[in-house]
């Protein structure tokens, strides 16, 4: 039996704490994160044969580390390494939500999309193609509706085999069926990349090339998410080079 | 190691060169491309097959985030919630306390049993540390409720609407909207409490409203603040109670706002503060599981953290007011002054009493420990039923005492017995004991005074009577600290009434015995008590939501400074300007005012505008 560690991660208001009950239940235990007051949630679950831990991260609209809320969240996916993020998206609210998903994406960690409140999203007239959002960001997109239970035996189905890193095979269920077969569905077709623009690739290419040569650094962090910051100018990725150099 | 240096350095040209050839920063390049990702993304796999212009959720924040309609729902709001949490909150703890002082009384009963004046020492301070946790875990049903009614706000969404409405008038202040629950909870309106109300700062999410909001949450008139003011009120100010009850709560939401505003300019000002990013969610109805979930998880983590912690602190306060004790002498003179009392009791009965002898030695003790016990029982039994349970319990322990309590009426064999000899000793017996409760008030005033707690008091009297407080005053207020309430029942056994005028009003006592007081000494009182530190379970939760025990010992000692110049500003200044208590009131309260609305007009030192 395997511990498997999955991040919680979403925007505040994304449903992110139902879609975190409806997977786990009463198996929770909250704690502080230690040194501040943000609460650590944290629930297990158990699914053909593995134990999986949900560490739920602070909501948080981008991963700068402008507020504590924000480091915690980067901390802990930097540091403590789970192996599978489940980021949670407000369907109604998609284009915002993504802002994140581009950010966990870029860290390099194997990806679930829960593209929770389906049903608000439905409400208002909208009609998500989620074949299509799966292909374009090279993940897997699970439907959910949080709130009425639906969705949770999908997307543990998807967080072992995005653990193992196979091919996601079982259906979403009726309505979504045959999203299998769409590719994008298994990461090792590499992954999404948001494109930076022509001025701006260049030079996060060559710093990206300089940080894989240093062991030290690209042994710890995707080199990808330290240049984007690097150039960020975020004070906190500069120490972390830092501190690869001290140690 | 030069690379990872090198690294850095070759970033930094980057970036420089960067800014100066786009005459823009990377990073808002970056954001940018993101947002156009994203677009790009909703664009090609989102279709909007119908449109709807105005949803539910627009069409209900039409009205409750209208510019007039808004402040009022709001409003009701706010009284509901504040009717519910605490107003039904401690209705409910009528239910639970008989539990606690069961607890208690158990507590009670497995430590060694009290003396006839001295209680062992063992007894006294673990009682005293039990009452602490008790009084705290008397909360638990107001935080129920109210931890389930914040879910409630942050689940349906109507929380981040209550930001948006207050944010208006309290970022001027280094506040946030969301500063408002904690405030509210704290007592705005007279009579809250600062425990659940620093509590609900963990909702704030900018660092420096969170840190601010937890400090001036003490300030409000909590609960246990307001007999002390309804005793001086109604001593000097009884023509105006309804207008100096709307001062105190208003006075306090002023000087708050000030506080929140210097703090924020001075200490706080390198704190954090989040981009003001406010975003109206779509309303949900919160589900039962989700929100009783929440609260129950919440009261949990209050419960285990607090009790641990209070153990100790409220173990050193006790310690404080109660050693270094009455000396030897003073006790030789105590156990004179009880054994005359009781040769007095002897000499009444008369030695052909059959209950003399019965009474001899230390069975005096066991007899007053025996009375005890049953006017308590006979107290909590309610129904007649319930007091015939325990008449029979008593009759049990010990038949000879309970015809001594049942004032020689009894039964014997199923007939009625009038025992005049043991309605002779009830009637002495009721004499002594009064002696003995004088002579334990006595030496509790005496240990208060002689203590730690006490020799501050009275250290203090030169400092304090430019606030116009006497030396008695003093341990009143030191002796609050533990929990406010304490102030009055100081007040009480130091104001003690003379024997046979027990029916006195505290007030008329102090009054009796403060001849030259004036309206201005009960007024500097009054204020100095709404800038009261915050009690210790407070000031624990302080400790927990701050994350720091530097936060912690900053608010009990700003309360106290800025307390007392407030009192020595009104006592003082209005004695040389010769101001009446009415006057200086009114002085006061415009000054503040004024210093307020200056303080909201200071630039905000934002560091957020950085980002935007």
Redesign the interface.
Same mark, same amino acid.
């Given at each position: 039996m395997k511990e498997i560690i999955v991040a919680v991660a979403g925007q505040p208001n994304s449903g992110k704490s139902t879609i975190f009950n409806m997977l786990t239940g009463a198996r929770q235990h909250v704690a502080n994160y230690p040194g501040v007051t943000v609460e650590k949630r944290t629930g297990r679950y158990s699914y053909k044969g593995d134990a999986v831990t949900l560490v739920d991260l602070p909501g948080t609209y981008s991963l700068t580390s402008y507020s504590p809320e924000e480091r915690i969240a980067r901390d802990f996916l930097l540091h403590e390494k789970p192996a599978v993020v489940l980021d949670i998206v407000d369907a109604a609210n998609l284009e915002r939500n993504l802002y994140l998903t581009f950010q966990l994406d870029e860290m390099g960690i194997p990806l679930v999309v829960a593209l929770n409140m389906m049903d608000v999203a439905e409400g208002r007239g909208l009609k998500i193609d989620t074949y299509k959002l799966s292909e374009l960001l090279r993940t897997v997109v699970v439907p959910t509706v949080g709130k009425k239970g639906r969705g949770g035996g999908e997307l543990k189905e998807a967080i072992l085999n995005t653990y193992q890193g196979g091919r996601f095979q079982t259906g979403y269920g009726e309505a979504y069926k045959g999203c299998s077969a769409c590719p994008g569905m298994s990461r090792e077709k590499g992954s999404f990349r948001v494109d930076y623009g022509e001025e701006l690739e260049p030079i996060l290419s060559s710093l990206e090339n300089r940080l894989s040569e240093a062991p030290k650094i690209s042994a710890r962090y995707p080199a990808r998410w330290l240049a984007v910051k690097l150039m960020e100018n975020d004070s906190e990725a500069r120490r972390l080079v830092q501190k690869a150099e001290e140690s | 190691?030069e690379?990872? !240096?090198?690294?850095?350095n #070759?970033?930094e040209i980057? =970036?420089e060169k960067?800014l100066s @050839?786009?005459k823009t920063?990377? +990073?808002k390049?970056?954001a940018q491309? !993101? *947002?156009e990702?994203? /677009?790009k993304?909703?664009e090609?796999?989102?279709? !909007? +097959?119908? /449109?709807?212009y105005r949803?539910l959720t627009d069409r209900i924040d039409q009205v409750v985030c209208h510019r007039f309609l808004g402040p009022i729902i709001l409003l009701g709001v706010i009284y509901l919630f504040y009717e519910l949490s605490i107003v039904q909150g401690y209705k409910i703890t009528a239910y639970t306390w008989p539990i606690l002082a069961a607890f208690r009384d158990f507590i009670a009963s497995i430590l060694p049993s009290p003396g006839f004046v001295f209680d062992p020492l063992l007894r006294t301070i673990t009682l005293g540390v039990v009452d602490g946790i008790v009084a705290v875990l008397n909360y638990i049903p107001i935080f129920i409720i109210l931890f389930a009614l914040i879910a409630i706000m942050e689940d349906s &969404?109507y929380m981040a609407r209550v930001a948006f409405l207050l944010d208006r008038v309290f970022r001027y202040y280094g506040l946030h909207g969301q500063s408002a629950l904690p405030m509210i909870l704290s007592g705005v309106f007279v009579g809250g409490c600062a425990i659940p109300g620093v509590m609900a700062c =963990?909702t704030i999410?900018d660092?420096r409203a969170k840190l601010a909001t937890i400090l001036i949450c003490p300030l409000m008139n909590c609960l246990a603040k307001i007999p002390l003011y309804i005793l001086l009120v109604g001593m000097f100010f009884s023509a105006y109670k309804g207008f100096i009850m709307f001062f105190i709560s208003t006075i306090t939401i002023i000087i708050a706002l000030a506080v929140a505003k210097i703090l924020s300019l001075t200490l706080l000002r390198k704190t /954090?503060t989040?981009?003001f990013?406010l975003?109206m969610?779509?309303y #949900?109805l919160p589900?039962v @599981?989700?929100v009783l =979930?929440r609260c129950l +998880?919440r009261t949990w983590?209050f419960v285990k953290k607090i009790i641990t912690i209070v153990v100790v602190v409220v173990l050193i306060v006790y310690l404080l007011m109660t050693f270094p004790g009455i000396g030897k002498d003073r006790r030789v003179y105590y156990e004179n002054q009880t054994n005359h009392q009781a040769q007095v009791f002897f000499d009444k009965i008369g030695k052909d009493n059959p209950y003399a002898k019965l009474l001899g030695g230390s069975k005096l003790t066991e007899f007053a420990i025996y009375r005890d016990d049953y006017k308590k029982a006979k107290m909590g039994a309610k129904s007649k039923e319930a007091k015939r349970v325990v008449d029979e319990k008593f009759r049990e322990r010990d038949s000879e005492f309970f015809k001594i309590v049942k004032r020689g009426k009894y039964k014997i064999d199923g007939k009625m017995v009038k025992d005049s000899y043991a309605l002779k000793v009830n009637k002495e017996y009721k004499k002594l004991n009064r002696e003995r409760n004088r002579i334990k008030r006595d030496i509790k005033e005496e240990t208060i005074i002689g203590s730690v707690m006490g020799r501050i008091g009275r250290s203090l009297e030169p400092a304090t009577k430019y606030a116009g407080f006497n030396w008695r005053i003093n341990i009143g207020l030191i002796s609050a600290f533990a929990a406010k309430e304490n102030s009055v029942a100081t007040l009480g056994s130091i104001y003690q009434s003379p024997p046979g005028e027990e029916k006195k009003a505290l007030g008329d006592r102090m009054k009796e015995k403060e001849k030259d007081w004036t309206p201005l000494h009960a007024l500097a009182i009054i204020l100095f008590m709404t800038m009261y530190p915050p009690c210790i379970p407070t000031l624990l939760m302080v400790r927990? /939501?701050? &994350?720091s025990t530097k936060w912690a010992l900053f608010a009990t000692f700003y309360p106290i400074v800025l307390g007392s110049m407030i009192a020595v500003l009104v006592f003082t200044g209005g004695n040389l300007l010769g101001l009446s208590g009415m006057q200086a009131m009114i002085a006061f309260y415009v000054l503040a005012l004024i210093v307020t609305v200056a303080l909201g007009l200071i630039k905000n030192n934002e560091m957020?505008e950085e *980002?935007t």
């Amino acid at each position: 039996m395997k511990e498997i560690i999955v991040a919680v991660a979403g925007q505040p208001n994304s449903g992110k704490s139902t879609i975190f009950n409806m997977l786990t239940g009463a198996r929770q235990h909250v704690a502080n994160y230690p040194g501040v007051t943000v609460e650590k949630r944290t629930g297990r679950y158990s699914y053909k044969g593995d134990a999986v831990t949900l560490v739920d991260l602070p909501g948080t609209y981008s991963l700068t580390s402008y507020s504590p809320e924000e480091r915690i969240a980067r901390d802990f996916l930097l540091h403590e390494k789970p192996a599978v993020v489940l980021d949670i998206v407000d369907a109604a609210n998609l284009e915002r939500n993504l802002y994140l998903t581009f950010q966990l994406d870029e860290m390099g960690i194997p990806l679930v999309v829960a593209l929770n409140m389906m049903d608000v999203a439905e409400g208002r007239g909208l009609k998500i193609d989620t074949y299509k959002l799966s292909e374009l960001l090279r993940t897997v997109v699970v439907p959910t509706v949080g709130k009425k239970g639906r969705g949770g035996g999908e997307l543990k189905e998807a967080i072992l085999n995005t653990y193992q890193g196979g091919r996601f095979q079982t259906g979403y269920g009726e309505a979504y069926k045959g999203c299998s077969a769409c590719p994008g569905m298994s990461r090792e077709k590499g992954s999404f990349r948001v494109d930076y623009g022509e001025e701006l690739e260049p030079i996060l290419s060559s710093l990206e090339n300089r940080l894989s040569e240093a062991p030290k650094i690209s042994a710890r962090y995707p080199a990808r998410w330290l240049a984007v910051k690097l150039m960020e100018n975020d004070s906190e990725a500069r120490r972390l080079v830092q501190k690869a150099e001290e140690s | 190691m030069e690379m990872e !240096r090198d690294i850095l350095n #070759h970033a930094e040209i980057e =970036r420089e060169k960067f800014l100066s @050839q786009h005459k823009t920063a990377p +990073e808002k390049v970056i954001a940018q491309k !993101r *947002y156009e990702a994203a /677009e790009k993304i909703v664009e090609l796999t989102v279709k !909007r +097959e119908k /449109e709807i212009y105005r949803t539910l959720t627009d069409r209900i924040d039409q009205v409750v985030c209208h510019r007039f309609l808004g402040p009022i729902i709001l409003l009701g709001v706010i009284y509901l919630f504040y009717e519910l949490s605490i107003v039904q909150g401690y209705k409910i703890t009528a239910y639970t306390w008989p539990i606690l002082a069961a607890f208690r009384d158990f507590i009670a009963s497995i430590l060694p049993s009290p003396g006839f004046v001295f209680d062992p020492l063992l007894r006294t301070i673990t009682l005293g540390v039990v009452d602490g946790i008790v009084a705290v875990l008397n909360y638990i049903p107001i935080f129920i409720i109210l931890f389930a009614l914040i879910a409630i706000m942050e689940d349906s &969404g109507y929380m981040a609407r209550v930001a948006f409405l207050l944010d208006r008038v309290f970022r001027y202040y280094g506040l946030h909207g969301q500063s408002a629950l904690p405030m509210i909870l704290s007592g705005v309106f007279v009579g809250g409490c600062a425990i659940p109300g620093v509590m609900a700062c =963990r909702t704030i999410k900018d660092e420096r409203a969170k840190l601010a909001t937890i400090l001036i949450c003490p300030l409000m008139n909590c609960l246990a603040k307001i007999p002390l003011y309804i005793l001086l009120v109604g001593m000097f100010f009884s023509a105006y109670k309804g207008f100096i009850m709307f001062f105190i709560s208003t006075i306090t939401i002023i000087i708050a706002l000030a506080v929140a505003k210097i703090l924020s300019l001075t200490l706080l000002r390198k704190t /954090e503060t989040a981009p003001f990013v406010l975003e109206m969610p779509v309303y #949900h109805l919160p589900t039962v @599981q989700g929100v009783l =979930r929440r609260c129950l +998880e919440r009261t949990w983590l209050f419960v285990k953290k607090i009790i641990t912690i209070v153990v100790v602190v409220v173990l050193i306060v006790y310690l404080l007011m109660t050693f270094p004790g009455i000396g030897k002498d003073r006790r030789v003179y105590y156990e004179n002054q009880t054994n005359h009392q009781a040769q007095v009791f002897f000499d009444k009965i008369g030695k052909d009493n059959p209950y003399a002898k019965l009474l001899g030695g230390s069975k005096l003790t066991e007899f007053a420990i025996y009375r005890d016990d049953y006017k308590k029982a006979k107290m909590g039994a309610k129904s007649k039923e319930a007091k015939r349970v325990v008449d029979e319990k008593f009759r049990e322990r010990d038949s000879e005492f309970f015809k001594i309590v049942k004032r020689g009426k009894y039964k014997i064999d199923g007939k009625m017995v009038k025992d005049s000899y043991a309605l002779k000793v009830n009637k002495e017996y009721k004499k002594l004991n009064r002696e003995r409760n004088r002579i334990k008030r006595d030496i509790k005033e005496e240990t208060i005074i002689g203590s730690v707690m006490g020799r501050i008091g009275r250290s203090l009297e030169p400092a304090t009577k430019y606030a116009g407080f006497n030396w008695r005053i003093n341990i009143g207020l030191i002796s609050a600290f533990a929990a406010k309430e304490n102030s009055v029942a100081t007040l009480g056994s130091i104001y003690q009434s003379p024997p046979g005028e027990e029916k006195k009003a505290l007030g008329d006592r102090m009054k009796e015995k403060e001849k030259d007081w004036t309206p201005l000494h009960a007024l500097a009182i009054i204020l100095f008590m709404t800038m009261y530190p915050p009690c210790i379970p407070t000031l624990l939760m302080v400790r927990l /939501e701050s &994350g720091s025990t530097k936060w912690a010992l900053f608010a009990t000692f700003y309360p106290i400074v800025l307390g007392s110049m407030i009192a020595v500003l009104v006592f003082t200044g209005g004695n040389l300007l010769g101001l009446s208590g009415m006057q200086a009131m009114i002085a006061f309260y415009v000054l503040a005012l004024i210093v307020t609305v200056a303080l909201g007009l200071i630039k905000n030192n934002e560091m957020s505008e950085e *980002y935007t």
